[in-house]
């Protein structure tokens, strides 16, 4: 298989490491799929890379909104005041962070 260092941009790369594919994608990014689906090519892989992005990213933001919840209760907001500001109910907050 060819380095990563040596992959110049528009050309696929696939490793296979167990039930995993890294996949280089034609516009640069990288994506990691299960090799039963490596098939994937052009704009169906560059819109799995960016799906993939995007759910870090959202993973990151949950991460950071629930230490921004438990710093709140902390200075004494209510579930109620949480929930509003998060668009959802008091109890629905509170079930969702409570426990943390």
Known sequence: MDNYDALGVGRTHTEDDGDVGI????GGGVVIL???VRRLRGEALE???RIQSVAAEIGSLQDYL????AHGRDLGLSWG???W???TTGEAA???WGDR
């Open 34 to 36: 299960p090799v039963a």
């Open 66 to 69: 629930a230490e921004g919840v």
């Open 94 to 96: 509170r079930q969702r």
């Open 81 to 83: 005041v949480i929930g």
């Open 47 to 49: 819109v799995a890379s």
């Open 85 to 87: 500001s998060v668009g």
């Open 23 to 26: 996949t280089r994608t034609p």
